[in-house]
């Protein structure tokens, strides 16, 4: 957050020109000019007078980041004077006396304006503004540090929640999603108000929640104000709410919620469209994950209205539909037994097959289909999910 700059009044000084002398290439100075505020002076002229103001035999621009430079500058001893764009030509903001510029060096001649001398000398009123001027750059300066912190915090979340997602160790998944609910709980605490906070400490909670399942019931109102703060934003993120959405419907699925679960997949296919196939899809990964057959099959349905070429979700269609497959007498030999499968569930593990020939589920797609046409293996338990 850039300090603003205090308007200081200007100090009477004699006429002075702002003509160029000829150059000489003898000597250089440079210097950092600081507003009484302690920030840059970012813009506004450095002159050097030989007679105290009345001319200025040089001047140099103050650039963007405070610095101003002069070469080929005659030896002497100068005044050197600071003027702002709106400073008359008759007056100066601030000056310093007897500066010597010899052959060959490079002076340093900073302009510090938040010196006490320099403040002193300014009236009462402009004293009182720059101290209240002061309090609030401290105050934003102090902000700025923890919006920096914040940002580094989120950097290491990140990376635990992705950790914690590619580990196939237990352990290891349970200690990041637990770093990162620990400097999420800080964090919020800090700035309650930003909904990506509560978004990651929620979504910490729900990956603590497979071992832990009272963590869900800690996910689901972190969760909810991280949606409640974006719906009061003037920006909001769309990311951050199918974030937000998303795994307020993984903890209610994971809770038996399926209704809940359903709503918050849906607002997160809305808030964020660019990720509605990866929402809907994850929501029937989970619920065929807690082995809730007739959500995962009404789940995989809705994402496929999305994207209709995702393998997986014909495989989980037909997983779900095979729980409720019946026995029954093979219509070529009335004397063996065969799995009748419902309707649906051939072309559900025929179309993966189809996508996904070599897929992880492939064999297990084949062997229930070939069940289902041929003598029951002895091992096959109809209803029994792979």
């Not at 637990?178 to 999420?184: N, R």
């Not at 196939?277 to 994402?303: G, H, P």
């Not at 229930?368 to 091992?379: K, P």
């Amino acid at each position: 957050m850039a300090m603003a700059a205090v308007s200081v009044l200007a100090f009477s000084a004699l006429p002075a020109s702002a003509q160029l002398a000829g150059l000489s290439n003898n000597g250089k100075i440079h210097g950092h000019v600081t507003n009484p505020t302690g920030a840059p002076q970012t813009n506004g002229t450095v002159s050097l007078s030989e007679d105290g103001g009345k001319t200025s035999k040089y001047t140099f621009p103050v650039d963007a980041n405070g610095d101003y430079k002069g070469s080929d500058v005659a030896p002497g001893t100068y005044t050197v004077l600071f003027r702002q764009p709106d400073t008359p030509p008759d007056k100066m903001v601030d000056s310093f006396e007897n500066v010597k510029i010899t052959t060959g060096a490079d002076v340093v001649q900073d302009i510090d304006m938040s010196r006490q001398a320099f403040i002193d000398k300014l009236p009462d009123e402009q004293r009182k503004k720059l101290d209240e001027l002061k309090k609030q750059n401290a105050g934003a300066l102090k902000a700025n540090e923890v919006i920096k912190q914040l940002n580094a915090d989120i950097k290491v979340v990140m990376a635990d929640l992705k950790d914690a997602g590619d580990s196939k160790d237990k352990a290891v998944k349970a200690q990041k999603y637990a770093d990162a609910e620990t400097l999420m709980k800080k964090d919020t605490e800090a700035k309650p108000d930003a909904s990506v906070l509560w978004a990651y400490l929620g979504q910490a909670q729900v990956g603590l929640g497979i071992s832990d399942k009272t963590k869900y019931d800690e996910a689901i109102p972190n969760l909810k104000k991280a949606i409640d703060l974006e719906s009061t934003s003037k920006k909001p993120n769309p990311a951050v709410q199918g974030l937000a959405q998303s795994e307020l419907g993984e903890a209610y699925a994971r809770s038996g919620k399926v209704p809940e679960a359903n709503a918050a997949y849906d607002e997160a296919a809305k808030a964020n469209p660019s990720s509605a196939a990866m929402y809907l899809r994850n929501e029937a990964v989970i619920f065929f994950q807690t082995n809730n057959s007739d959500a995962q099959v009404a789940a995989a349905n809705e994402a496929l209205k999305v994207d209709p070429n995702q393998p997986v979700l014909y495989y989980i269609i037909g997983q779900g539909l095979v729980t409720k497959a019946t026995m029954g007498p093979d219509p070529k030999n009335p004397k063996q037994q065969i799995i009748i499968l419902p309707p649906g569930c051939a072309e559900a593990y025929q179309k993966y097959l189809e996508l996904a020939p070599d897929g992880p589920y492939a064999a297990d797609a084949k062997g229930i289909l070939q069940q289902a046409g041929t003598a029951v293996s002895s091992t096959y338990k109809a209803g029994k999910k792979s």
